[in-house]
C-alpha cells in the first residue's frame, strides 16, 4: 500500500508559476513511477508529467517547456514546477503511484490561472 498526499496547488496569474508537491508513505520502496495527472471541468483525466524510479521523464505535450517533474528520494516526495501558467492550465491536479502494476492516488489539489 502507497499513501500519496498532494499539495502545493492555488490560484495564480496567467504567466505566474506554482510548484505541486505529492508525498509519498507505506510501501514507497516498491515505486515504479510517479506521475501527475489533470482534469479539467468537463474533461478526462490526462497525464502531465511522469518520472521512474531511474529518474527517466515524461511529458504531455501542453508541458514540455514549462513544467519539470523531479523527485527527492530523500523526502519520498516529487515534484511539479509549473511555470508560464494560462488558462488552459486550470484544473484538478492529481499524483499517481505505480507499484507492481497497481495505481495508487492522491486526493487531488486545484490550480486556477486566471487570465
Known amino acids: 500500500q502507497v499513501q500519496l498526499v498532494g499539495s502545493g496547488g492555488g490560484w495564480v496569474q496567467a504567466g505566474g508559476s506554482l510548484r505541486l508537491s505529492c508525498a509519498a508513505s507505506?510501501?514507497?520502496?516498491?515505486?515504479?513511477?510517479m506521475a501527475w495527472y489533470r482534469q479539467a471541468p468537463g474533461k478526462q483525466r490526462g497525464l502531465v508529467a511522469a518520472?521512474?524510479?531511474?529518474?527517466?521523464?515524461a511529458y504531455a505535450d501542453s508541458a514540455k517547456g514549462r513544467f519539470t517533474i523531479s523527485g527527492d528520494n530523500a523526502k519520498n516526495t516529487v515534484y511539479l514546477q509549473m511555470n508560464s501558467l494560462t488558462p488552459e492550465d486550470t484544473a484538478v491536479y492529481y499524483c499517481?503511484?505505480?507499484?507492481?502494476?497497481?495505481?495508487?492516488w492522491g486526493q487531488g489539489t486545484q490550480v486556477t490561472v486566471s487570465s
Open positions: 507505506g510501501s514507497i520502496f516498491s515505486i515504479y513511477t
Open positions: 518520472i521512474t524510479s531511474g529518474g527517466r521523464t
Open positions: 499517481k503511484a505505480v507499484v507492481a502494476g497497481s495505481d495508487y
